[in-house]
Nanobody
């Protein structure tokens, strides 16, 4: 499974960005997926997760009400709509996919920078 993120960039506080994660390869073997982020000097943290069918989602408290995770299995793509962005959202955002055998796959990351 290969994962490629896109959609990062520089935005002012209060603005919006939409991240995409395109999966290729053995996509039929993907179970849950999620978005993680890592800011400089900090550990990688879970931002949002979504089940294989998209019916169940979960969010970090810091992004609840501002971010929305979704996936389009027909397009093998997952999204993260980020609204009301804050400077503390600045980080490298990573796409994660969990194989049905329990193996984790990661994308290369996309930088999100929110200016104040």
């Amino acid at each position: 499974v290969q994962l490629v993120e896109s959609g990062g960039g520089l935005v002012q506080a209060g603005g919006s960005l939409r991240l995409s994660c395109a999966a290729s390869g053995s996509t039929f073997s993907i179970n849950a997926m999620g978005w993680y982020r890592q800011a400089p000097g900090k550990q990688r943290e879970l931002v949002a997760g979504i089940t294989s069918g998209g019916g169940i989602t979960n969010y970090a408290d810091s992004v609840k009400g501002r971010f929305t995770i979704s996936r389009d299995n027909a397009k093998n793509t997952m999204y993260l709509q980020m609204n009301s962005l804050k400077p503390e959202d600045t980080a490298v955002y990573y796409c994660n996919a969990i194989h049905i055998a329990g193996v984790d796959y990661w994308g290369q990351g996309t930088q999100v920078t929110v200016s104040s």
